[in-house]
């Protein structure tokens, strides 16, 4: 990647949330879904339209969706990755960003960085977040708590698999981000006053790993009706991080049961655009936008 010098300056609008907020506030969100292959929905978009792609494809792992087939041979999988990958980039603008929920199995580690280096021939990576799904810590008694949920597995060989990736990708890897959106204090309050940065204020970058668990459910048919979705507050974080006031047009190509959809309610992005090949998934996301 290009140092920060070869970095051409972006416009970019004030980026504190809560007066981002402000501007949004107004207007409900505007959805536009679609049942479609994704790459032939975005075919359709006009070049350089969208500020925030927020997604995550099927892992090529073996999960039973219903009208997708998760084992394609490795190397089709990736000449697929790049295919969508390429539309991608077309439809967003030069300010945009592209945030890539992947994961993998203990027994094939390489898989998202397989695609990472696949699609960097698209994209530049930016930044890369680690998303724990559960952790357990010791406290200075020796107590462990553990927090979280994640997905238990049988193996004389391998550890539970309790994380995955965020890739944020952009055309130049100089797209300017909202570091401060998902700030956190300062645990030692002398750092406020230590480093000039902090403008006086207790709030610091929370850094590129997020704890984010499950929402427990009681059954994945009636309330989480998909094999494989991210949490409503990944997607969230994902808009946040890169500017609220930032994203007129969010779209997810990978659309599922909605949850890029909901975040996008939320924060009450002006106009969601998802494309997804399953119409019972596509019914249970229009059911739950209301």
């Known amino acids: 990647m290009a140092g920060e010098d070869a970095c051409l300056p972006t416009a970019r609008p004030f980026s504190l949330y809560e007066s981002c907020c402000v501007r949004q506030i107004a207007h409900m969100t505007q959805f536009d879904l679609h049942q479609q292959d994704c790459v032939e929905g975005m075919a359709?978009?006009?070049?350089?339209?969208?500020?925030?792609?927020?997604?995550?494809?099927?892992?090529?792992?073996?999960?039973?969706?219903?009208?997708?087939?998760?084992r394609q041979d490795r190397q089709s999988y990736l000449e697929w990755c790049e295919k969508w990958a390429a539309e991608v980039r077309r439809v967003l603008k030069p300010t945009g960003s592209f945030l890539l929920n992947i994961g993998s199995a203990p027994s094939n580690p390489m898989l998202p960085h397989e695609i990472v280096i696949a699609l960097c021939n698209v994209f530049v990576l930016q930044n890369t977040i680690h998303w724990i799904k559960s952790i357990s810590i010791e406290d200075r008694y020796g107590d462990v708590r553990s927090y979280g949920h994640f997905k238990p597995i049988s193996s004389r060989r391998?550890?539970?698999?309790?994380?995955?990736?965020i890739f944020h990708f952009t055309k130049s890897g100089c797209v300017e981000i909202d570091r401060l959106a998902l700030g956190v204090p300062y645990q030692d309050k002398s750092n406020i006053a230590r480093w000039s940065h902090t403008g006086g204020s207790d709030l610091r970058c929370r850094g590129n790993t997020w704890f984010i668990p499950y929402e427990t459910i009681q059954s994945r048919a009636k309330e989480r009706p998909h094999p494989a979705t991210f949490p409503v507050r990944l997607a969230e974080w994902c808009i946040k991080l890169h500017g609220v006031s930032c994203v007129e047009t969010m779209l997810d190509p990978f659309l599922g049961i909605g949850n890029?959809?909901?975040?996008?309610?939320?924060?009450?992005?002006?106009?969601?655009?998802?494309?997804?090949?399953?119409?019972?998934?596509?019914?249970?996301?229009?059911?739950r936008l209301g």
Do not use: M, W
Request: charged residues 25%; negative net charge; proline residues 5%.
């Open 44 to 70: 359709t978009l006009p070049s350089e339209h969208i500020d925030l792609v927020v997604t995550s494809p099927p892992y090529n792992l073996g999960v039973r969706y219903q009208k997708y087939s998760d």
């Open 158 to 165: 391998f550890l539970n698999d309790c994380h995955e990736y």
């Open 260 to 287: 890029s959809a909901v975040a996008a309610q939320r924060c009450r992005v002006k106009r969601f655009i998802g494309f997804e090949i399953d119409e019972t998934y596509l019914a249970e996301a229009k059911r």
